[in-house]
């Protein structure tokens, strides 16, 4: 069965870097789009980043543009997020997700708090 395990979250200081990991497992990673998500406390989960199953084309959120990167790595089936210059309104549950045939899939999530 399709399983994403994330890791990598903690608690950071603002302006430093974090990154996170995402390892796939139970479908054919490299023919699906990657995803990663993220909910604060009280609001809903919103998309910070995606990155094309070929060819590695990415789009982020405009919060996230220029200090955030997705990438990912087809040999080890894992999709990474890096966190760079990371804010307080960074703090959330970070989700892994990918969608197969319609169904969407999730991780468990990891935390991130950002805070001094």
């Known amino acids: 069965q399709v399983q994403l395990v994330e890791s990598g979250g903690g608690l950071v200081q603002p302006g430093k870097s974090l990154r996170l990991s995402c390892a796939a497992s139970?479908?054919?990673?490299?023919?699906?789009?990657m995803s990663w998500y993220r909910q604060a406390p009280g609001k809903e989960r919103e998309l910070v980043a995606t990155?094309?199953?070929?060819?590695?084309?990415?789009n982020y959120a405009d919060s996230v543009k220029g200090r955030f990167t997705i990438s990912r790595d087809n040999a080890k089936s894992t999709v990474y997020l890096q966190m760079n210059s990371l804010k307080p309104e960074d703090t959330a549950v970070y989700y892994c997700?990918?969608?197969?045939?319609?169904?969407?899939?999730w991780g468990q999530g990891t935390q991130v708090t950002v805070s001094s």
């Open positions: 990155i094309a199953n070929i060819g590695g084309s990415t």
């Open positions: 139970g479908f054919t990673f490299w023919r699906y789009a």
């Open positions: 997700n990918t969608r197969i045939l319609g169904p969407d899939y």
